[in-house]
């Protein structure tokens, strides 16, 4: 790590990450390229005694600051405004990284200097179903990055990105009042000043998929995603392909969140609110499957719950693997058993 200005920034925020930070950091520290700089963001974590235990082993290698709890929209914010380098790396503590992520990424950028970002391809780890499986599976990526590919689900881009300072700064930084989706945030605020994304699809970053309520974490994702959606459409001026994409991204993430809510009424048996919320995405896009779905909570609603126990039951242990998203258009989970990425 260079005395002077390095050429990258790592920025890691943490909050409730303790056991699973030092996995990221080892894998920064075994990049093949190495004039970089490590920022750690620790925001309001509520066991920051465990955590600076955890780091004490780290504290030459890395910039250390401390917050009030304000969220990942907020530890970006301030770890970006810290940041000596140029480029900025993303990095969340419970991922890491192949040794070559650095210079895979730098070299891409390096011959191309009008590119503002990239983002690579990944492996999943931590859920059975979808171990080993490649991130560009399930947020697929095809074709050029734009406003409205981006708003259709053409293009998903992948958080662990290298970013131009500049181009982050001229966007106007990460947003401090989004604690989720501030990344989908500042992504299109990029484009919209006329910034260049790419990708490419190396697996470069191992994205861990980490135990809880997968659909309370995926409901509380559509919250924020339109929260996003109706911040750029009040604050930023849209072409009116943009403006139509935004609507029908908006659309998709409600008809997601009504699916979710369905699936989330079939775990609690709550039968009656499970066919209401799935009759409401079934009119967005109707199916076979979510027909089938209906059928068995008008005549056999116990079987349905039984069988959704059976197919997550064998999910988790990995019996079944996730099946990829068969349409890559926004059209929320649009299968009863997609799994994507939170």
Known sequence: MSESCPAVSIIVPAHQVTAYIGQALDSILAQTFTDYEIIVVNDGCPDTAALETTLQGYAARIRYQRQENGGVGAARRTAVLAARAPLIAQLDPDDWWEPTYLE????????????????????????????????????????????????????????????????????????????????????????????????????????????????????????????????????????????????????????????????????LHNWTKARQHIEQYQCHRPSLKISGILLLLRWSPQLLGWLHDARDGLLRRGFFKARAPESIEVAGAGEWNTRGVE
């Not at 290298?162 to 604690?179: S, T, W």
């Open 104 to 267: 895979a990424q730098l070299a891409r950028m390096s011959a191309e200097p009008d590119l503002d970002m990239l983002y690579p391809n990944g492996y999943y780890f931590g859920d059975a179903s979808l171990e080993s499986k490649l991130l560009m599976e399930y947020s697929p990526s095809r074709g050029e990055v734009t406003f409205c590919r981006l708003m259709s689900g053409h293009v998903n881009i992948l958080y662990s990105a290298l970013i131009r300072k500049e181009a982050i700064l001229r966007a106007g930084n990460f947003d401090p009042d989004f604690r989720t989706s501030e990344d989908f945030d500042l992504w299109l605020r990029i484009l919209k000043s006329g910034g260049r994304i790419a990708y490419h699809r190396i697996p470069l970053v191992h994205y861990r998929k980490r135990a809880g309520s997968l659909t309370s974490s995926a409901l509380r994702t559509c919250e924020w995603i339109v929260r996003v959606l109706d911040k750029i459409e009040r604050s930023l001026a849209l072409s009116d392909e943009e403006a139509k994409s935004l609507k029908a991204r908006r659309v998709a993430v409600q008809m997601e969140r009504e699916l979710l809510l369905g699936k989330q009424a079939v775990q």
